[in-house]
């Protein structure tokens, strides 16, 4: 069988977020509520591990765990097809060969939007990137609530295994972490976030 981005392999990650939508779908019946449509999101999760490939992160597990375990605790607060495949397809952009406008053609503008929102993108007045916490200031003053819970979960995903980067750049996340995120965490439209569990995870690495 070709493997393509149209292909959706089972692993461990894929599984469990699956198992998940179902489970929230089933929920969802219960409360006559909206359902999402897993055979898209599905769509999002092939895309994801296509693109990531074999990409690896320092932990030495598939980088693509990452953008599906961070879908899956969104979905947990945000049971929305656009925004699960939009944290699916997060890190796209920056650190693959897919482009917005393959993200526009193959899913929506909407999901093309939170992708590129969630950017981390060259300032073109310093030439720097911008950091993950000027990404999250620029959402949320753009109101964009589903872009600032992908975020958040983006890095507190990123916070429990830090352990796996060097000091240096530990203190650089915390210190970013308790600057910009526990900020906004903190407010009451985003504490379902848990800003405890942040500095919890922070005070960890401390040093």
């Keep these: 069988m070709t493997h393509n981005k149209y292909t959706l392999e089972h692993c461990i990650y894929s599984d469990s977020l699956l198992n998940k939508l179902e489970e929230l779908n089933n929920n969802q019946i219960q409360y006559k509520n909206e359902q999402v449509d897993i055979t898209y999101i599905k769509k999002g999760l092939s895309f994801a591990k296509y693109y990531h490939g074999s990409q690896i992160r320092k932990s030495g597990e598939p980088y693509y765990s990452h953008p599906i375990i961070v879908a899956e605790m969104v979905a947990e607060k945000k049971f929305k097809e656009d925004v699960?495949?939009?944290?699916?397809?997060?890190?796209?952009?920056?650190d693959t060969t897919l482009t917005l406008s393959d993200i526009e053609l193959e899913f929506s503008t909407r999901i093309a939007e939170i992708v590129d929102r969630l950017t981390r993108k060259i300032d073109p007045i310093t030439n720097k990137k911008m950091s993950a916490g000027e990404c999250l200031i620029q959402s949320f003053l753009l109101k964009d609530d589903d872009v600032t819970l992908i975020k958040m979960f983006d890095r507190f995903h990123n916070i429990s295994t830090i352990n796996?980067?060097?000091?240096?750049?530990?203190?650089?996340?915390?210190?970013?972490?308790?600057?910009?995120?526990?900020?906004?965490?903190?407010?009451?439209?985003?504490?379902?976030?848990?800003?405890?569990?942040?500095?919890?995870?922070?005070?960890n690495f401390l040093f």
Excluded: W
């Excluded at 060097?166 to 407010?187: M, N, P, V």
């Design 84 to 94: 699960i495949i939009g944290a699916l397809l997060h890190d796209t952009l920056e």
């Design 164 to 203: 796996y980067m060097s000091k240096e750049k530990q203190k650089r996340i915390i210190d970013e972490t308790l600057r910009d995120f526990y900020i906004i965490s903190s407010l009451k439209e985003y504490n379902l976030f848990l800003p405890n569990i942040v500095t919890s995870e922070c005070d």
